[in-house]
């Protein structure tokens, strides 16, 4: 990994043609091992594709999510949606994942990342912003921590949809 500057970044909305980026961006960190966590439990499983990123709807009105670029190649990024949630139903922006190129790691890309969806919450009146993090996954807890985010009081059961 890299730490060095490579360069002025520039945050922006994410759209559509960024898909590829993001899928490249992603695939290089796939193989990076978090202590603890078992890869199956993360988002950090199969190659994401392109149908997934696209059903997502980049730029489209419910979309939050950001692209990180140093000299006007994509290095990074944070895939947001609003989502509506809760009683009384709430808005609230919802962080899915936060992707940094590993060359261009620990320069304070993540950090504007969620400044920028911050940024835009605040813009469109939504009051929350919630990152979904493996409880075990305790160095990208700690991150969110650092950023001011807090554990929040809600618990999270799933059960498989078949059988």
């Given at each position: 990994?890299?730490?060095?500057?490579?360069?002025?970044?520039?945050?922006?909305p994410?759209?559509?043609?960024?898909?590829?980026?993001?899928?490249?961006?992603?695939?290089?960190?796939?193989?990076?091992?978090?202590?603890?966590?078992?890869?199956?439990?993360?988002?950090?499983?199969?190659?994401l594709?392109?149908?997934?990123?696209?059903?997502?709807?980049?730029?489209?009105?419910?979309?939050?999510?950001?692209?990180?670029?140093?000299?006007?190649?994509?290095?990074?990024?944070?895939?947001?949606?609003?989502?509506?949630?809760?009683?009384?139903?709430?808005?609230?922006?919802?962080?899915?994942?936060?992707?940094?190129?590993?060359?261009?790691?620990?320069?304070?890309?993540?950090g504007?990342?969620?400044?920028?969806?911050?940024?835009?919450?605040?813009?469109?009146?939504?009051?929350?912003?919630?990152?979904?993090?493996?409880e075990?996954?305790?160095?990208?807890?700690?991150?969110?921590?650092?950023?001011?985010?807090?554990?929040?009081?809600?618990?999270?059961?799933?059960?498989?949809?078949?059988?």
């Amino acid at each position: 990994m890299t730490t060095g500057n490579k360069g002025e970044i520039k945050i922006r909305p994410m759209d559509r043609g960024d898909i590829d980026a993001v899928i490249t961006i992603y695939s290089k960190t796939r193989e990076e091992k978090i202590p603890g966590v078992k890869r199956s439990r993360l988002s950090y499983r199969a190659a994401l594709t392109y149908a997934e990123v696209a059903l997502t709807d980049p730029g489209g009105p419910l979309d939050l999510s950001f692209v990180a670029e140093a000299n006007g190649k994509a290095v990074g990024f944070i895939w947001s949606r609003l989502a509506y949630v809760g009683i009384p139903i709430d808005e609230v922006g919802i962080i899915y994942m936060l992707v940094i190129d590993p060359d261009y790691q620990k320069q304070g890309i993540a950090g504007k990342l969620v400044d920028a969806l911050r940024k835009r919450c605040r813009d469109r009146g939504v009051g929350t912003v919630r990152a979904v993090i493996d409880e075990r996954h305790w160095e990208l807890q700690n991150y969110f921590q650092k950023l001011g985010f807090h554990r929040s009081e809600l618990v999270i059961y799933t059960k498989a949809a078949e059988g």
